[in-house]
């Protein structure tokens, strides 16, 4: 029998709002990131091993419905966020799963990612495959059979939550094109160019806008610190 203990979802959800970044609140939320270190520090074994127990109404069905026996949560719990002194297999973390599930209303789904062994280490290597359709038939297809409603609801927001979430670390290539959802990991962004009396920025050269940035450390496999490249089209 499942027993409150003083988490709630919704508690947590609060607190991996604050984590975003760049810290500006002129840039709209669905351009920004959360940082792998900082959801890392908000997901300690003890935090996650409440979440998965959560008592909310909706956690509650939800597992419910995806497993109705209760699973053994310590194990879950150490699954998800890995032992970075382990073994290979120990070290892969759900941290970035559970983060994006968190995010959009739904952490108890999380038990269908550790049921079909996907964790944080295949959804960085093909953030494209998860889509709506992919994430309900594979991870959640009771609750996409029970309550379509909401499968959908869940499967269309990870859609587009994911890309806040799973963000490419900048390497070597002198040059990268991304899809155009993509959130990059980058800090002091500004525009650059041929600066007019009135202080407005003027591109410079053709087709495009350039910028300025910061990596965040964590995504930098460069070692040069602040580039600049073609990052946007102009429209015509
Ligand atoms: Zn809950």
């Not at 998800?80 to 382990?86: A, D, E, L, S, T």
């Not at 964790?119 to 992919?134: M, V």
């Not at 806040?164 to 155009?180: K, Q």
Request: aromatic share 12%.
């Amino acid at each position: 029998m499942e027993t409150w203990n003083g988490l709630c979802c919704s508690t947590l959800r609060m607190e991996l709002d604050t984590l975003s970044s760049p810290d500006d609140s002129n840039i709209p939320d669905n351009q920004k990131f959360f940082p792998k270190s900082r959801i890392r520090s908000l997901f300690s074994y003890d935090q996650v091993l409440q979440l998965l127990q959560c008592s909310c109404h909706q956690c509650f069905i939800i597992r419910n419905i995806i497993s109705p026996r209760a699973p053994a949560y310590h194990k879950l719990a150490s699954r998800i966020v890995g032992n970075p002194n382990g073994s290979r297999s120990a070290k892969r973390t759900y941290i970035l799963i559970l983060a994006i599930l968190l995010c959009i209303g739904s952490p108890a789904l999380i038990i269908g990612f550790l049921q079909r062994d996907s964790g944080d280490p295949e959804i960085e290597e093909d953030l494209e495959k998860f889509t709506s359709d992919y994430t309900q038939q594979t991870f959640w297809p009771k609750l996409r059979e029970i309550k379509p409603f909401w499968s959908k609801t869940f499967g269309d927001r990870f859609r587009w939550k994911k890309y806040n979430f799973v963000v490419p670390t900048i390497g070597h290539e002198i040059f990268s094109l991304y899809s155009e959802s993509v959130v990059l990991p980058f800090v002091e962004q500004r525009r650059i160019g041929h600066v007019e009396p009135d202080g407005t920025v003027v591109s410079e050269g053709a087709y495009g806008h350039t910028y300025a940035f910061k990596i965040l450390e964590e995504y930098d496999a460069i070692s040069v610190r602040i580039c600049n490249l073609g990052l946007e089209q102009d429209d015509g």
